[in-house]
């Protein structure tokens, strides 16, 4: 009696947590997965009701307690799914992310994306896990008409059938990976539909469905697409974009396609284009020369490069240095980039093999850049290697010209202390760079290893 007195007394048996107030519970448990919320319930009549008020929900047929995953069944899964939103009361849904298998009915799919509008839920995730080429078609009357949600995430085998257009009047980002367009009409009835449309991010095959996949969005600020061809073989078809208020653009992996086509865009401030080669139509550098930064990682001799272009806004560029003659592509941009103040040269790959080495010298521009002459404060070379000619070249050439410039570092490759040799090698190259004479009287070179 005394020991439980004494318990009592130091707060042993005290639900310290209960009496906590409910913000900073429903704060506990929203970092929980939603089943295991719910399963709270059985703790108390404190408990009851609370996960009921949870602003985010989140299920995951993988991990649902009450189902066993090697032998799932969908509908078990879609009824605690209905179930639990149907029993929700918080006064605003912020999130719904649902992963599902790709069999799931359509119907059990529109159901629960029905009870997520009615909510007025602000974010949707729809990830659909699928085996054997399952897909679940996404109910297209469902989009007829929303004006609150914001976010909308959809991953996987989920197909898009539109043969009307959508209203989605509040949605500002949209998030496509690995989905399904039926035809290029139910492309353009989807994105046709977003009028507040900010940012959009595109991961796709473009052998697996549409062949022309036009991007149409006067709203539109981010876009990001990436074409996934790069890894299993080159698509077909190509891309349109067409967004006049774009102001970030990030291209991946357009590889021998028909044609990539962007139309003006006068207010792009950045852009990052990699792994673009051999498209038959193309005028990606041609659109960018509105942008202040820009990382390029390309040839030029698998891409137009644009004659008579200035880039009149850019101060800041990232080549690769480890595509093929990429030096003739510095000296383009140095050529006409007359307000650059950085320059970044990177090797991807930090290796002592260039992807494709190229044993000619660099041909620098017959006349000092303006940029070098009057702009040029910082040069960055990430992964600079010594040992090849072209690469000092380029950094002499630099080191020589930028009248302006503030600091030059360069990252060479690490190299094991018991190769002394290679060591003492290294160490006399950077010598003799650091010997250079420079333009820039406040020039500060910087040395170190990646």
């Known amino acids: ?9 130091n707060g042993m048996n005290e639900d310290r947590i209960s009496e906590l107030p409910d913000a900073l519970l429903l704060q506990i448990l929203s970092s929980l997965p939603t089943e295991n919320a719910i399963a709270t319930s059985v703790l108390s009549k404190r408990w009851r009701s609370l996960w009921k008020m949870l602003p985010k929900l989140k299920f995951d047929f993988k991990f649902y307690p009450l189902l066993d995953f090697y032998n799932i069944d969908p509908h078990i899964f879609a009824e605690n799914v209905y179930k639990s939103l149907t029993l929700h009361k918080a006064p605003v849904l912020e999130s719904l992310h649902l992963k599902f298998e790709g ?10 994306i029905a009870t997520a509008f009615s909510r007025r839920v602000r974010k949707l995730v729809l990830d659909s896990f699928y085996q054997e080429e399952q897909i679940v078609t996404l109910p297209s009357v469902l989009f007829s008409y929303n004006d609150s949600l914001e ?21 500002r980002k949209l998030y496509l990976y690995q989905v399904h367009f039926k035809d290029e009409e139910s492309v353009c009835n989807l994105l046709c539909g977003c009028p507040s449309l900010q940012d959009l991010v595109v991961h796709r095959y473009s052998n697996a469905d549409v062949a022309n996949f036009a991007i149409a969005v006067p709203s539109l600020q ?17 891309y349109v974009i067409n967004a006049p208020a774009l102001k970030y653009l990030d291209i991946n992996g357009f590889n021998l396609l028909e044609s990539c086509l962007i139309e003006k865009a006068p207010e792009l401030v950045e852009a990052k284009i990699c792994d673009v080669s051999n498209i038959t139509n193309e005028n990606i550098l041609d659109s960018l020369t509105s942008a202040k930064r820009l990382c390029l990682h390309l040839s030029p001799l698998e ?12 101060v800041c560029l990232e080549l690769r240095t480890h595509e093929k003659e990429w030096w003739n592509l510095l000296s383009i941009m140095l050529d006409t980039s007359p307000k650059l103040q950085i320059l970044k040269l990177t090797d991807l790959y930090l290796r002592d093999d260039k992807k494709n080495p190229d044993k000619r010298n660099w041909d620098p521009p017959k006349c000092v850049p303006e940029c070098l002459l009057f702009h040029l404060e910082t040069f ?25 410039l503030k600091k030059a570092t360069f990252s060479t490759k690490p190299i094991d202390m018991e190769k002394l040799e290679k060591l003492e090698k290294r160490r006399e190259m950077l010598n003799e760079l650091a010997s250079v004479g420079r333009g820039s009287n406040s020039c500060h070179l910087v040395f170190d290893s990646t």
């Open 151 to 171: 976010i909308l995430k959809l991953k996987n085998a989920i197909d898009f059938d539109f043969p009307s257009p959508v209203c989605l009047k509040s949605l």
């Open 303 to 314: 891409i137009t490069v644009p004659t008579g272009k200035i880039f009149h806004q850019l």
């Open 103 to 112: 069999k799931t009915d359509c119907l059990d799919l529109g159901i629960w």
């Open 222 to 238: 981010r876009l990001t697409i990436k074409d996934l061809n790069q890894e299993e073989g080159y698509g077909v078809g190509g």
């Open 380 to 404: 960055v070379w990430l992964g600079y290697e010594w040992q090849r000619g072209d690469e000092k070249e380029v950094a002499t050439y630099i080191i020589e010209n930028a009248r302006r």
């Open 1 to 9: 009696m005394e020991q439980q007195q004494l318990s009592n007394r």
